[in-house]
């Protein structure tokens, strides 16, 4: 059995991954399919509906908002777009990291101190402060916002990939395959990276909730998802001016943040569990 499968079955056998994963993919299918199901749309306004309760007679589960928009497809349609963003700007601080990272380990030396000074300094810099002026000077769109906090979560990944690629560096098929004369680039590529996949794995389940967390930071400053758009922080910050009359316009989307951010939290815990028990059989 490859490591691959070794790792899915462990997996399996844990009940907090099964749990954690079975919420989170429930929680997506519900978002892709449920605005399909709905009557209402997420753009339609209802202005003799405005701010109505959660109710099932006209069909609103989640009630409706300061516009007289249905809050169940609004909600839903938040969902798909924060786990899009976080996912795409995990992602990109995956691919980021791991580069950055596997080549700075690798190279040691001179070229490894300076790459590694580099993310110290980058460190040292109020990075929200840049992703809010990044935001500000450049038009708000989806793939902005995916740089953005992809440039932020990436310097983490680097450095712990930096110190397995360290300890791989000194394993005998690494120097052999130095020795044969492989390249640096297919080194990475073929003894490397596939060595860093338990590591990539929990990390990346673990920086996806954080991603979950800028986004809803910049979206409730009004710096993210832009009208008629939304995602879930842009929802808990229309909510929060309403909280007094409309308390459901808060309570949904901040309590399906929560939910999605503890499912990604423990099942990171989970597939950690996962690969220390690999390791130390």
């Known amino acids: 059995m490859s490591a691959l499968g070794r790792i899915w079955r462990r997996a399996r056998q844990n009940r907090t991954v099964l749990l954690s994963a079975g919420l989170l993919a429930g929680i997506v299918v519900i978002a892709l399919l449920g605005p399909l199901l709905s009557p209402h749309n997420y753009l339609q306004t209802n202005f003799d509906g405005i701010s109505q309760p959660p109710s099932f007679a006209n069909a609103h589960l989640f009630g409706t908002d300061d516009l007289g928009r249905d809050l169940f497809v609004r909600t839903l349609l938040g969902v798909q777009v924060t786990i899009v963003v976080a996912v795409i700007a995990s992602i990109v601080s995956l691919v980021i990291g791991v580069l950055y990272g596997a080549i700075a380990g690798l190279a040691g030396g001179r ?56 300890s791989l560096r000194e394993r005998e098929f690494v120097q052999a395959a130095q020795l044969t004369g492989v390249s640096f680039a297919r080194i ?53 001016t309403r909280m007094e009359g409309s308390p459901w316009m808060l309570l949904i989307p901040a309590s399906l943040l929560a939910l999605i ?21």
């Open 111 to 166: 070229i490894d101190a300076v790459m590694m000074r580099f993310v110290d300094t980058l460190y040292a810099l109020p990075f929200i402060f840049f992703v809010i002026l990044l935001m500000v000077a450049f038009e708000r769109n989806f793939l902005l916002i995916f740089v953005a906090i992809g440039a932020v979560n990436w310097l983490d990944m680097a450095r712990i990939v930096r110190g397995q690629t360290l």
């Open 188 to 240: 990475i590529l073929r003894h490397i990276a596939p060595n860093l996949i338990g590591v990539v794995v929990v990390y990346v389940t673990l920086t996806i909730p954080q991603a979950i967390l800028v986004e809803s930071f910049l979206s409730f400053l009004g710096l993210g998802i832009q009208e008629p758009q939304t995602s879930l922080g842009a929802l808990v910050n229309a909510g929060v």
């Open 261 to 281: 951010l503890l499912c990604f939290n423990f099942l990171g815990d989970a597939m950690r569990d996962v690969f220390d028990s690999r390791q130390s059989r």
